[in-house]
């Protein structure tokens, strides 16, 4: 008879009947973690992740360089006016945001609502002008209002935004859920109609949200 | 006698003389929920949400060394090669990187960089990564540029991934190129690519190096 059988987790005695019991040994605990490794609950048990990955940034990322033409997007193939919508294509947008919702036609995002929080807004787009001019554009909620600073572009943006970035950039504080869109600030000049837009808006076009803390 | 009295953290053998134990019978865990982290607190240990922080991988930074490039104009399909012998990537966590090799690099050589390796050692099968860069290279009259970031190691612009924007600039315009990788199981490489140009460019010079901003965060 022995009475060295007898098994604690997945360990067993040695001849002395000593058990050394270590972390893996349980049942609740898979892996083996390594130095600077954490240990994440996974709902069932506990298991070694390495440090880089136990934080994380909600985000939505829309705008990966596919073609379509502009004509396609709810814009249609007119002309621009200084408060259109701006359209971003893309057929499989990322959202990790708990809440958030984006609305599209055709994969032409359209609009995003976001839960009440901080978020970090990054948009962008290009546009082909018939004649010289520019376009100023930024974030703005469903009652045109504005939320962001702008970005511009154009050869004569200049004149019209003293030359500022291609950017639209801004930290939203929103204190209930919310739909942002990006949309025109203002045009000069004639940006060529949505017919001759052609790739350039779905190839360029580009919205990042981070949510911040 | 009985040899099965025995108890370890108060949980007793089964028939087999085995006793099963987990995490919460030798230390104090009250209710974890998915993705909490176990820490340690005063007396006991506690489980909290991990912090929603961003980490910095990349970040490319002129330090006004001296250097020359020499003349190379940059063609539809080439990396674009930002200087790195000088320390430029002074942030540069646990990636690797592949110096400009290819025959999509405007010219061979080790102070350059073509693309970045993310081993699955410190970037596992499902981290993210957000890249961005506004370039500025040597800009000749009436030229323009279109960078994109994009996946593959010394392949076509057709065989690539593109995972973000393209970003047109010239004298007038400085687009930023954003791109999304998803990290995988196989260490890939991710470039910026030249997709379209007019004119022409040259690698970037000292004085336009200080407007060049090439960078990535870690997300998740």
Same mark, same amino acid.
């Given at each position: 008879?022995?009475?060295?059988?007898?098994?604690?987790?997945?360990?067993?005695?040695?001849?002395?009947?000593?058990?050394?019991?270590?972390?893996?040994?349980?049942?609740?605990?898979?892996?083996?973690?390594?130095?600077?490794?954490?240990?994440?609950?996974?709902?069932?048990?506990?298991?070694?992740?390495?440090?880089?990955?136990?934080?994380?940034?909600?985000?939505?990322?829309?705008?990966?360089?596919?073609?379509?033409?502009?004509?396609?997007?709810?814009?249609?193939?007119?002309?621009?006016?200084?408060?259109?919508?701006?359209?971003?294509?893309?057929?499989?947008?990322?959202?990790?945001?708990?809440?958030?919702?984006?609305?599209?036609?055709?994969?032409?995002?359209?609009?995003?609502?976001?839960?009440?929080?901080?978020?970090?807004?990054?948009?962008?787009?290009?546009?082909?002008?018939?004649?010289?001019?520019?376009?100023?554009?930024?974030?703005?909620?469903?009652?045109?209002?504005?939320?962001?600073?702008?970005?511009?572009?154009?050869?004569?943006?200049?004149?019209?935004?003293?030359?500022?970035?291609?950017?639209?950039?801004?930290?939203?504080?929103?204190?209930?859920?919310?739909?942002?869109?990006?949309?025109?600030?203002?045009?000069?000049?004639?940006?060529?109609?949505?017919?001759?837009?052609?790739?350039?808006?779905?190839?360029?076009?580009?919205?990042?949200?981070?949510?911040?803390? | 006698?009985?040899?099965?009295?025995?108890?370890?953290?108060?949980?007793?053998?089964?028939?087999?003389?085995?006793?099963?134990?987990?995490?919460?019978?030798?230390?104090?865990?009250?209710?974890?929920?998915?993705?909490?982290?176990?820490?340690?607190?005063? =007396?006991?240990?506690?489980?909290?949400?991990?912090?929603? /922080? *961003?980490? #910095?991988? %990349?970040?490319? +930074?002129?330090?006004?060394? @001296?250097?020359?490039?020499?003349?190379?104009?940059?063609?539809?399909?080439?990396?674009?090669?930002?200087?790195?012998?000088?320390?430029?990537?002074?942030?540069?966590?646990?990636?690797?990187? =592949?110096?400009?090799?290819?025959?999509?690099?405007?010219? /061979? *050589?080790? #102070?350059? %960089?073509?693309? +970045?390796?993310?081993?699955? @050692?410190?970037?596992?099968?499902?981290?993210?990564?957000?890249?961005?860069?506004?370039?500025?290279?040597?800009?000749?009259?009436?030229?323009?540029?279109?960078?994109?970031?994009?996946?593959?190691?010394?392949?076509?612009?057709?065989?690539?991934?593109?995972?973000?924007?393209?970003?047109?600039?010239?004298?007038?315009?400085?687009?930023?190129?954003?791109?999304?990788?998803?990290?995988?199981?196989?260490?890939?490489?991710?470039?910026?690519?030249?997709?379209?140009?007019?004119?022409?460019?040259?690698?970037?010079?000292?004085?336009?190096?200080?407007?060049?901003?090439?960078?990535?965060?870690?997300?998740?």
């Amino acid at each position: 008879m022995s009475h060295n059988k007898i098994k604690i987790g997945s360990a067993t005695p040695d001849q002395n009947g000593d058990v050394t019991l270590n972390l893996t040994d349980l049942s609740d605990v898979s892996g083996t973690p390594s130095v600077d490794q954490f240990l994440k609950y996974n709902g069932s048990g506990w298991e070694p992740v390495p440090g880089g990955s136990i934080s994380s940034v909600e985000y939505i990322f829309i705008g990966r360089g596919e073609a379509s033409a502009y004509s396609n997007s709810p814009h249609g193939t007119g002309s621009f006016s200084s408060s259109d919508t701006i359209y971003v294509y893309d057929t499989a947008p990322s959202n990790t945001i708990t809440g958030a919702t984006i609305t599209k036609t055709s994969d032409w995002i359209e609009s995003i609502t976001l839960p009440a929080g901080n978020y970090a807004v990054s948009g962008q787009t290009n546009l082909i002008f018939s004649s010289s001019g520019y376009a100023a554009f930024g974030f703005y909620d469903s009652s045109n209002n504005r939320l962001s600073q702008l970005g511009v572009i154009g050869e004569n943006r200049s004149s019209g935004a003293g030359g500022g970035g291609d950017l639209a950039y801004s930290i939203l504080e929103l204190t209930a859920s919310t739909t942002i869109k990006l949309r025109l600030y203002a045009i000069s000049g004639t940006i060529d109609t949505g017919s001759n837009q052609g790739n350039t808006p779905s190839e360029a076009g580009l919205i990042v949200i981070e949510k911040l803390g | 006698m009985s040899y099965k009295k025995i108890t370890v953290n108060n949980q007793a053998p089964n028939t087999s003389d085995e006793i099963s134990l987990n995490l919460s019978d030798i230390i104090t865990v009250a209710s974890p929920q998915p993705n909490e982290i176990l820490k340690k607190a005063a =007396t006991d240990w506690a489980t909290e949400t991990p912090s929603n /922080t *961003s980490k #910095a991988v %990349i970040d490319w +930074f002129y330090n006004e060394a @001296s250097f020359s490039n020499g003349t190379y104009y940059y063609d539809q399909g080439d990396y674009f090669v930002p200087r790195r012998s000088s320390g430029e990537f002074h942030i540069l966590d646990n990636i690797s990187f =592949t110096t400009a090799s290819s025959s999509y690099s405007p010219p /061979t *050589s080790s #102070a350059l %960089i073509q693309s +970045f390796r993310f081993s699955p @050692s410190f970037y596992p099968s499902g981290a993210v990564i957000l890249f961005r860069a506004v370039v500025n290279p040597e800009r000749f009259s009436g030229s323009d540029i279109s960078v994109q970031w994009r996946v593959g190691r010394n392949v076509t612009l057709a065989n690539s991934t593109p995972i973000g924007n393209i970003a047109y600039s010239n004298t007038k315009y400085g687009a930023t190129a954003y791109g999304l990788y998803v990290c995988t199981e196989t260490a890939e490489e991710i470039g910026l690519r030249v997709v379209y140009k007019t004119g022409n460019m040259e690698l970037t010079n000292r004085a336009h190096a200080r407007f060049q901003q090439i960078t990535a965060k870690r997300l998740a």
